[in-house]
């Protein structure tokens, strides 16, 4: 059929099952926009592209599908960069679609609106996959290829670029022979399963580490079937959280420390088995973490399975193909171990939540847990009391507990729990946030509000950059600089909005007010003042 490239984007887009879209249009993409008026596409309007980006990455942690954001040339890529680049670290999967000037005019500067030198180059360095579109014929092929990208191995922002040229300009496309595109499932040879049953069954004290991997490969059943299999304590990266429940008695979450009764407990063990991490510097204390030299790591990216920890063997293959292969080698050879008891992995939990980092902040985080359900979903910003959250709010499902962890840019936690209730609107969200972090982003409530979405808004309000000031305390002689804030007030910044707000106190405050807001059809702020002694 012969389109124009602005309607050869959006209908390539509906082949491939993209239900919602996220974005701000400009003069540069109406042809897009002019052919989305058309279209089953939802379009949610945001306020700045960076708010866009974040609100389809967290639709992508949210659904496991694909979120996609719709940006203007120059500006509107270049704010969309932090974004993306947040996504890229932490392996989720957004397709950016932009415009760029006419290609005759590209990385000259000849004063065009919205130039810039190298625009592909920008996206490049924070996406899996970038190009560009040059005819228009080339659109569909390209956008289908951005979710091949996405779908297959470890999944990673992609990036479209459709210039002025092409977007007005006409063309025959092939629209029949692209489609939704399926999880690329890379089930594990059988000589690596041989071996690491091998070497399952010279062990006799396994730990499990289950990272984000596990989670985008939905692989929480069969690794909780493998710890029970051989008695064996999980351990989780902060994307890991929710690959296996954090009230099964064999599972540890993030709870390791140097030193403390988890650190203690590895020393013991002879193998690891490794599910979907790279092993990260923050999740070990850059290699610290004392891991068994025996090792057998799943990836699916063959880049991340050396980093960091080097393997006695790797299985570059599908984290639940791999669980379920090794379940039922054992299952066949009647392997059933029981590396530690259960009422000692208990005593270990117990002893390592009472001395954790944050520890005793919990109470905030309690309230948070018994105000949110069990498949309700909580988002993170950058902030102190969510450091909190990543050792001491027991998750129990997968892609219910999203945190900034590898970019780790402030101004997340809004735009990412607006995309995420857009994906799940059935679902409790709840947006945590510092005082300054909120800030970066808060222009994003007007979208909240424009679409009825009712998220709570846990602001923990202590008027500062409370980690940096921290820092400069205790590394600078506490020659604090730039790190005190004049915040708005709150609770009238909402009533500005015409939504309800409420300052919450204590713990009890804050779990009632999350209750009574979750039960309304727009956003509620709520105040929490909190203080972090220096």
């Not at 109406?30 to 989305?36: C, G, H, R």
């Not at 799943?298 to 639940?320: F, K, M, S």
């Amino acid at each position: 059929m012969r389109v124009q490239g602005g309607e050869a984007v959006v209908r390539s887009l509906e082949r491939l099952g993209v239900e919602v879209v996220f974005g701000i249009p400009g003069v540069h993409t109406l042809e897009i926009y002019d052919a989305l008026y058309d279209s089953p596409i939802r379009h949610v309007l945001a306020r700045h592209e960076q708010g866009a980006g974040f609100m389809a990455d967290g639709y992508a942690r949210a659904s496991g599908r694909p979120g996609v954001a719709i940006v203007i040339t120059g500006p509107g890529v270049t704010n969309v960069a932090t974004p993306i680049g947040e996504a890229y670290a932490d392996s989720s999967p957004v397709l950016v679609v932009a415009s760029n000037v006419a290609q005759p005019w590209q990385g000259q500067m000849l004063g065009h609106l919205h130039d810039l030198k190298d625009q592909l180059g920008v996206m490049r360095a924070v996406t899996k996959w970038a190009r560009r579109a040059r005819r228009v014929d080339e659109v569909p092929a390209l956008i289908a290829e951005a979710f091949c990208q996405m779908a297959h191995g470890r999944p990673r922002p992609a990036y479209v670029e459709v210039p002025l040229d092409v977007l007005g300009g006409y063309g025959e496309v092939d629209l029949e022979s692209i489609g939704p595109v399926q999880l690329d499932r890379q089930a594990p040879p059988a000589a690596a399963v041989e071996l690491a049953t091998a070497a399952i069954e010279r062990a006799s004290r396994i730990i499990l580490y289950c990272g984000g991997g596990a989670v985008a490969n939905e692989a929480s059943a069969e690794l909780v079937a493998l710890a029970e299999q051989l008695g064996a304590p999980v351990l989780t990266s902060i994307q890991g959280k929710g690959a296996v429940p954090e009230d099964h008695p064999l599972c540890l979450g993030t709870l390791w420390e140097a030193g403390n009764a988890v650190d203690r407990l590895l020393r013991q063990a002879d193998l690891a088995l490794v599910f979907g991490s790279k092993l990260g510097a923050q999740d070990t204390a850059d290699g610290k973490m004392p891991l068994p030299v025996t090792m057998v790591r799943v990836d699916v990216d063959p880049r991340e399975i050396l980093r960091n920890y080097c393997p006695t063997q790797a299985i570059v293959a599908d984290a639940r193909e791999t669980a379920r292969a090794l379940l039922e080698a054992l299952r066949s050879r009647g392997v059933r171990k029981a590396s530690w008891p259960v009422a000692e992995v208990e005593e270990v939990k117990r002893q390592a939540l009472a001395s954790s980092w944050g520890h005793e902040h919990t109470a905030w985080m309690r309230a948070l847990r018994a105000a949110i359900p069990r498949d309700g979903i909580l988002v993170n910003d950058m902030t102190m009391m969510c450091y909190v959250g990543n050792r001491h709010y027991p998750v129990y499902q997968p892609r219910t507990y999203f945190f900034p962890t590898g970019y780790g840019t402030l101004g997340f936690a809004l735009p990412a729990a607006i995309g995420a209730k857009i994906a799940r609107p059935e679902a409790t969200v709840v947006a945590a946030v510092g005082d300054g972090g909120f800030q970066y982003t808060m222009q994003e409530l007007a979208t909240a509000v424009q679409f009825r979405l009712g998220i709570p808004i846990v602001i923990f309000d202590d008027s500062a950059y409370t980690a940096v000031k921290e820092a400069q305390a205790r590394e600078y002689d506490r020659r604090f600089i730039a790190v005190d804030l004049v915040n708005p007030d709150f609770v009238a910044l909402a009533a500005s909005y015409g939504i309800p707000a409420v300052r919450a106190g204590s713990p009890e405050e804050l779990a009632e007010s999350v209750v009574e807001a979750t039960k309304r059809d727009r956003p509620t702020l709520i105040d929490v003042p909190v203080c972090f002694p220096l």
